[in-house]
């Protein structure tokens, strides 16, 4: 409190030279690229020990399913980081992809010749919008994001039940070429996933490079901060639920592509996974960091997981434990290295002091 | 620089005219005027909560004037949010920093302004070197690079101040930048300051500590109760001069206090010290009298309130109530001694929004009022009724919700409550902020009913008229430090002003 009067020059002078200037440059992007390099040995170590256990692991096919697996849930986990990083949390997701998907199919049967690019133009739009109702009720209301998002988990997944009223859409249902973007490969790679890798880089390159992207981080670091220097809010929370609706929505037609079969309940549950993704990728969960690739891996992660415990024929109950010890895990490593940084920085200035 | 530097005789570039501010029943500003030149440091000081960081926030666009208007270069200015303020080049360091811990320092400074390359990118490497140029001029070290959690105070201050410097504000308004400075970092502020000024820019300072604003500035606005008292050249005042303008008022018949008998030490506190909070205070107050604990905000009161209460820990010294020890950190063992504290955010600290009267004011009570464990519901209506009927509350009812009560009506109940435990010993917060005028009376009569009673009462209180008319001894506390105790008879406005503002030796 008070250095005032106490302070000499010199050892002011020490305290500076203590502090500051040894560190390298780069020291947050080098903590963020050990986060998402830990992420990478993680996922080889398993690949590796599944590998050992059971070579067809490796084998085209497998890489294959495991790659459109993941896709769906890599987009979701992107626009859930878009999300957390601004200190909120949109429950919603997996509700509108359900919702957009059953759009989809009753699009095509509704109108058999429609183009499927236009369906696709038509279903992001669809999640848009109730990412808007989302960022809407969340400005008006002035309510956490959690209780918003809570509430249309269930209205939009209850709008979805009306609509299906116990039907069910089959493949039988739609336009081969549509079924074709589920299932087709580029040079071996499933087309979804290199939608999903467009998505991942998109959002992440933004998030990094743009000053709108920085502005999510600095809402979620210091919400009054952010205000005060004239960032507008409410109108940036707005967008990112819109966002996170849209690809959502991109998410959900993806899922009618791949299925084909879709009823009502299509995606119930699936939120918590995300959250879960964006977790264990290194997302905070009260805002200010995280990237959208880290996102991105924890969410390949979880699904190599589950893949990975199937090959090993490994009791489905351990899975969820697997999934719950590594939320834990990356929580208390976040926090580990909060309070080794901050025990660091507090060493650095007292010494000199 | 002398105050009849260039720019004096210079149109004002910036003037602010009739300002008036209220938060509900309470008047913040009422018709203040102030005009700031090209080239000229002018100094803003009050009394706290005379309205200067209502100012601040109205200059940045945080806060939307009641009434009154503000010009720029003669034309009229309009704003509507913080984005409006920088775009009219007013630059603010707030006297909290406000920095993002998560981001690096290069980007808390560019914020919403960084160096852009090609596709609209942010050019990285440019905003770091930009941000070592800013630093290099202020003459300090900080890597851009690294986040800005962990900075102390003093850092976390000087990228603020990097901050205003980076968008060549045409007005930099500085609200007590220096509290967290030393003297060599205070010095390069005011060298970049004066720099500032030179080149035109007109810089609004406010400080409590009146050897810098008379190096610094030309002009001298002295705010009170809201209100413009005046505005000289630096070169006609004296700090005699502006401390009487800060706190002249008729005081003695506002506030009275009878003259009580009085009885045995109650409250003991020996050498309590917290590290980096307060250190080494000491002081007794006996029962029926009224002690007040004055001093600027920030100089470290409440926390030893709160300490000797036993919500927060203290490192050193001790507390004994009428002779026996009170064990430290609990203030159950506090309550059960006979001490209350009625803090100063009622809203948080004090009251259960949401609950009824009665619940509020028998909260801290449950426990006696129960039996077997359960609350029953017509000992706590007679025990609520019997206080809010001495305390004169203004409710329809007493199961109405104490969020609908006034600011004054809140501060009765919370009183309640606190009284409803029968101390011997009352700490009170700021008794009376943001309470009107005849609640104010009524508060400070109850409180020398009281003393009158037999109870120790500790005020701690940052009104000069209410220090003044309501204690029998003055405790002055500076940057952590009980630096003076005055009598009655001693203590008057420039006294305490003194003492407050570190210049212990005067008076």
């Known amino acids: 409190m008070s250095l005032t009067d106490t302070g000499t020059p010199d050892d002011l002078a020490g305290r500076r030279s203590s502090g500051d200037d040894r560190r390298r440059p780069g020291f947050t992007e080098r903590l963020l690229a050990v986060r998402e390099l830990s992420l990478l040995l993680a996922l080889g170590a398993l690949v590796l020990v599944t590998t050992l256990r059971n070579d067809r692991f490796l084998s085209g096919q497998s890489v294959k399913d495991l790659l459109l697996g993941c896709a769906i849930l890599v987009i979701l986990a992107v626009g859930q980081t878009l999300v957390i ?37 038509l279903g992001v739009a669809l999640g848009a919008l109730c990412g808007a109702v989302n960022g809407g009720l969340i400005a008006v209301a002035k309510v956490p994001a959690l209780v918003i998002t809570l509430g249309t988990l269930y209205a939009f997944r209850g709008i979805d039940y009306y609509w299906a009223a116990g039907r069910q859409i089959n493949a039988a249902d739609m336009p081969r070429s549509f079924l074709r973007l589920g299932n087709q490969t580029v040079l071996g790679v499933p087309v979804l996933f290199l939608i999903a890798v467009v998505v991942v880089a998109v959002v992440g390159y933004y998030l990094r490079a743009y000053r709108g992207g920085r502005e999510l981080y600095a ?60 977790v264990v990728g290194g997302v905070a969960i009260f805002g200010g960091s995280g990237s959208a690739y880290g996102a991105a891996l924890g969410a390949v992660l979880l699904t190599t997981i589950g893949s990975s415990l199937a090959v090993l024929r490994i009791d489905p109950f351990w899975q969820q434990a697997v999934v719950g010890a590594l939320i834990l895990a990356a929580i208390g490593l976040d926090r580990l290295l909060a309070l080794r940084t901050a025990a660091r920085l507090r060493g650095r200035s007292a010494r000199g002091a | 620089m002398s105050p009849d530097s260039p720019g004096a005789d210079r149109a004002p570039l910036l003037v602010l005219e009739g300002v008036t501010k209220s938060f509900g029943a309470v008047a913040a500003l009422r018709g203040v005027h102030l005009a700031l030149h090209p080239g000229e440091a002018h100094a803003l000081v009050g009394e706290n909560g005379a309205g200067k960081s209502t100012l601040v926030k109205i200059l940045a666009g945080a806060h939307a004037p009641d009434a009154g208007r503000l010009a720029l270069d003669g034309r009229p200015l309009e704003l509507r949010g913080p984005a409006d303020a920088r775009a009219a080049g007013i630059a603010v360091i707030y006297q909290e920093p406000t920095l993002f811990p998560d981001l690096s320092v290069a980007e808390n400074i560019f914020m919403g302004r960084q160096p852009l390359r090609g596709l609209r990118r942010i050019d990285t490497a440019a905003m770091n070197r930009d941000a070592a140029r800013l630093f290099a001029r202020l003459g300090v070290r900080i890597d851009p690079t690294r986040p800005a959690r962990g900075l102390s105070i003093a850092d976390q201050q000087l990228v603020e101040i990097a901050k205003a410097l980076s968008f060549d504000a045409r007005i930099l308004v500085m609200d007590e930048p220096t509290a967290a400075l030393s003297g060599v970092e205070v010095e390069r502020l ?20 009146f050897d810098e604003v008379f190096d610094l500035c030309q002009r001298i606005t002295v705010l009170r109760d809201g209100a413009w008292v005046s505005t000289d050249r630096t070169s006609d005042l004296t700090v005699d001069a502006v401390v009487r303008r800060m706190v002249g008022r008729d005081v003695s018949s506002l506030y009275p206090k009878q003259d009580a008998p009085l009885r045995d030490t109650l409250l003991e506190v020996r050498g309590l010290g917290r590290a980096g909070v307060f250190s080494d205070v000491s ?46 950190g609990s203030p159950r063992r506090a309550i059960a001694a006979g001490l209350a504290l009625v803090p100063e955010d009622r809203r948080q600290q004090g009251l259960v929004m949401e609950l009824s009267v009665e619940r509020n004011a028998t909260l801290a009570r449950r426990r006696a009022l129960s039996r077997l464990g359960l609350l029953v519901g017509g000992a706590e209506r007679v025990e609520a009724q019997r206080w809010t009927r001495r305390l004169q509350v203004k409710t329809s009812r ?36 943001g309470i009107d005028v005849g609640t104010k009376a009524e508060v400070h009569r109850l409180l020398s009913q009281l003393a009158n009673e037999g109870l120790a009462i500790l005020m701690i209180s940052s009104e000069l008229p209410e220090v003044l008319g309501m204690a029998d001894r003055v405790l002055v506390m500076h940057e952590g430090r009980m630096v003076r105790e005055l009598s009655r008879a001693e203590a008057d406005e420039t006294s305490v002003m003194f003492a407050a503002t570190g210049q212990g030796a005067a008076a």
Do not use: M
């Open chain 2, 283 to 328: 002081f007794t107050v006996r029962g029926g009298e009224i002690v007040a604990l004055a001093g600027l905000v920030g100089a470290g009161r409440s926390e030893v309130a709160r300490a000797v209460f036993g919500v927060d820990r203290y490192d050193a010294g001790e507390v004994r109530v009428a002779g026996e020890p009170l064990p430290a």
């Open chain 1, 85 to 121: 990083v601004t200190r909120n949390v949109d429950l919603s997701v997996g509700s509108i992809l359900g919702l957009v998907a059953f759009c989809t199919g009753s699009l095509f049967l509704a109108a058999p010749g429609l183009p499927w690019p236009v369906a696709l133009l």
């Open chain 2, 398 to 433: 007493l199961s109405a919700a104490v969020a609908t009560l006034s600011g004054g009506n809140q501060q009765k109940v919370v009183l309640a409550k606190w009284l409803a435990t029968e101390p011997r010993i009352l700490i009170i917060d700021e008794p009376t902020r």
């Open chain 1, 219 to 278: 809402i979620g670091s210091e919400p009054a901060a952010a205000r005060l220097s004239g960032i507008p809010v409410g109108r940036r929370v707005f967008a990112v639920f819109v966002a996170s609706g849209a690809l959502a929505g991109l998410a959900g037609v993806l899922y009618a592509a791949r299925f084909g079969t879709l009823d009502a309940a299509a995606g119930t549950g699936l939120e918590l996974q995300v959250v879960a993704a964006a």
């Open chain 2, 190 to 209: 005011f060298g970049v300051a004066r720099s500032l000024c030179e080149r035109g820019a007109a810089v609004l300072f406010i400080s409590h500590r």
